[in-house]
């Protein structure tokens, strides 16, 4: 039977796990830091991902976790008059990342070995496959492809609150303005709905405390609802992250070793479907190789290299939107209401 080591079991790598077919492979999950992460912060998962989870068996059980959306509502504001935009949105959902880890997780057939170590050497792998699936910092990439991933120079700050926010239960909010974006919804956590927020900027990555004094000041101008969140927001539960985004690979398979999720296309969050790619990058992956052997890179190369691609480079674009001046023409172009 072929070997296949998966590197990192984080969205990526924990789906082509629990796709991987136990008959025709013999695999090995390496993950350092197991675990479902500190913070339930929520992802929006859209109907492309949902229709790939429900070939897997997952979808219902993701839809029973999750809070479903039916709008999102932009506004960005030009000289004190706001654009405001609302988009439909048809069968997205919300579920927190360590639910949706834990789904994945509980997939994940028993025949699969758990290494819990940190990969340096990639080389060392003794795997007919070595599939990385180990984020945007990806050491195989680094290693195998000779490339590191671009800082945008933006940060994302984020986390939750216990308690819902003052508005629909089903819609999202974002707000731009003066180069920066402010977004809050609701959030399914164990003890009922809670918030998701997050606020982006052109700024470096510091500790949550001093990123929350800051966010406070400089969100100050921003409707009610933004103070209100922040004023409640606890560094326990916030994190913050510098943006980066990869560059284009000319192939996301070399030899015998297989990009996939963030390794591939590490992107901005602003469309909000890096994980989303991610499921679908191991989900193609994985029934390719349980169709047709290890022949089957080659098809996933063929049906996700430039999906994947393409979303990075309209997540870039729409992180500079958001933080330009130009975002309320820009909405205004898209069709306000
Ligand atoms: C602010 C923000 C908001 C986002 N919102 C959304 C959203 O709403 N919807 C959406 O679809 N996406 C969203 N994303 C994107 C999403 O978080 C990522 O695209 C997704 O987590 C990628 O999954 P992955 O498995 O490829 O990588 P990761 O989640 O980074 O997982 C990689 C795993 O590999 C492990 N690992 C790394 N290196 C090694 C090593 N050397 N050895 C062993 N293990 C290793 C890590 O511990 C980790 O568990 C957001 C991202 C950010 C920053």
């Not at 924990?14 to 500190?38: D, I, M, Q």
């Not at 997205?92 to 639910?99: K, Q, S």
């Not at 700050?157 to 974006?181: N, Y």
């Not at 284009?248 to 030899?255: A, C, D, I, L, Q």
Request: with cysteine.
């Amino acid at each position: 039977m072929a070997t296949i080591t998966i590197v990192g079991g984080g969205v990526a790598g924990l789906a082509l796990a629990a796709t991987l077919s136990p008959e025709a492979h013999t695999v090995t999950l390496v993950e350092r830091n197991p675990g479902y992460s500190r913070v339930p912060t929520a992802f929006g998962i859209w109907p492309f991902a949902l229709d790939a989870l429900d070939r897997i068996g997952l979808a219902d059980e993701l839809r029973a976790d999750g809070l479903m959306l039916t709008n999102g509502v932009i506004t960005a504001d030009a000289a004190g008059h706001p654009v405001t935009m609302t988009r439909r949105e048809a069968d997205t959902w919300l579920i927190t990342r360590p639910a949706l880890l834990e789904l994945l997780d509980h997939a994940v057939p028993d025949s699969v070995a758990r290494e819990n170590r940190q990969v340096d050497d990639p080389a060392e792998l003794r795997a007919d496959l070595v599939i990385a699936a180990d984020g945007a910092r990806s050491v195989v990439r680094s290693r195998v492809w000779g490339d590191a991933p671009r800082d945008t120079g933006v940060v994302a700050i984020r986390g939750i609150l216990t308690t819902a926010p003052a508005m629909p239960p089903d819609q999202m909010r974002e707000f731009w303005g003066g180069g920066k974006l402010f977004g809050v919804g609701p959030n399914r956590l164990p003890d009922g709905v809670g918030t998701n927020w997050y606020a982006s900027t052109r700024r470096g990555e510091e500790s949550p405390t001093d990123a929350l004094r800051w966010a406070r000041a400089a969100y100050a101008d921003f409707p009610d609802l933004v103070s209100t969140t922040l004023d409640a927001a606890d560094p326990d539960t916030t994190v913050v992250n510098a943006i980066l985004e990869s560059r284009r690979p000319r192939s996301v398979v070399r030899g015998r070793y297989v990009l996939i999720g963030d390794a591939a296309h590490a992107m901005s969050p602003n469309l909000g479907r890096g994980a989303c790619e991610a499921l679908v990058d191991a989900i193609v992956l994985g029934e390719a190789l349980n169709e047709h052997g290890m022949a089957g890179v080659r098809e996933y190369e063929q049906k996700r290299r430039r999906a994947g691609q393409r979303t990075r480079a309209a997540a870039s674009m729409a992180r500079r939107v958001a933080l330009s001046r130009r975002a309320s023409r820009v909405l205004v172009r898209l069709g306000p209401n």
